[in-house]
Each structure stands twice: as structure tokens, then as C-alpha cells.
């Protein structure tokens, strides 16, 4: 069994209908999904789960873009998941981000990045545990 972590396709790349797309690309990576669902947040969900970032300017914005439409959610397992996964995103500015990447491919701007992802095997049990509160994120 590998490190498992916390995939969220955003409402954005959902409106776009590329879900296949990135999950292939997971897959292709190596990640493996073990769990899945589609939902649609509240606002006051979206601000639950990124109340981290509840100081951040951005976090009206965000948790508005979040709450928007549907999301896919998923536990991603593999080796070295969060890092792998980190990279297979690409960095937060799709303009920014490396060729490939899924945020090169399927965002349009900082907010509308079609994929979240943990930042940290801590984040993801956090974030895995607020999608997924019955599932043991260290094993089967």
C-alpha cells in the first residue's frame, strides 16, 4: 500500500467536461483511485474545508468559485502520492505551471485550476478525513 491523499476536480474542469481526462492522467501516473463521488458544496462547506486560508484575500472568491457547481473528490493511492500528485498539477497559476501538467492543460487562471490537491501527508488526512470521515487514510 502507498501514502494515500485528497484530488478534488473543480467545478470548473467538471463544466468543462474533461473528468475522463484527469483521472486517466491520474492513472497514467500511477495513482490509483480508491474512493470517489460528485457533490456540490455549500458556501459554508467550501469555507469549512479552506478555512485555512480564511485570512487570505482570496477566500471569499474561492469558496464562492467552489460552491459554484459540482466537484469530484477522490483518495488518491500511491507511491510518494502527495509529491507525485503535486507535480501531475502543476503549479497554482496554470500560465505558470509546467507543459503537461493539468493545470497547463485544463486551467484558465489562479482560481479556475481545474484540480486541488493536498499539500502535505498532514493536509491530507485533514482533507480526506472531510470527504471520507469513516475511512482510515493509513490503510485499507
Do not use: C, W
Not at 491523499?5 to 483511485?33: M, N
Not at 466537484?71 to 497554482?92: C, F, H, N, Q, S
Amino acid at each position: 500500500m502507498g501514502e494515500r491523499t485528497l484530488a478534488i476536480i473543480k467545478p470548473d474542469a467538471v463544466k468543462k467536461r474533461v473528468i475522463g481526462d484527469i483521472i486517466r492522467r491520474y492513472e497514467g501516473a500511477g495513482l490509483q483511485p480508491i474512493e470517489m463521488k460528485m457533490l456540490t458544496l455549500s458556501k459554508k462547506e467550501a469555507e469549512e474545508f479552506y478555512a485555512v486560508h480564511r485570512e487570505r484575500p482570496f477566500f471569499d472568491s474561492l469558496t464562492s468559485f467552489m460552491a459554484r457547481g459540482p466537484i469530484v473528490v477522490l483518495v488518491l493511492e500511491g507511491e510518494e502520492a502527495v509529491r507525485r500528485y503535486r507535480d501531475l498539477m502543476g503549479a497554482t497559476d496554470p500560465a505558470k505551471a509546467e507543459s503537461g501538467t493539468i493545470r497547463a492543460v485544463h486551467g484558465t487562471s489562479i482560481e479556475e485550476n481545474a484540480v486541488h490537491g493536498s499539500d502535505s501527508s498532514e493536509t491530507s488526512k485533514f482533507e480526506v478525513g472531510y470527504f471520507f470521515p469513516k475511512m482510515d487514510i493509513n490503510s485499507r
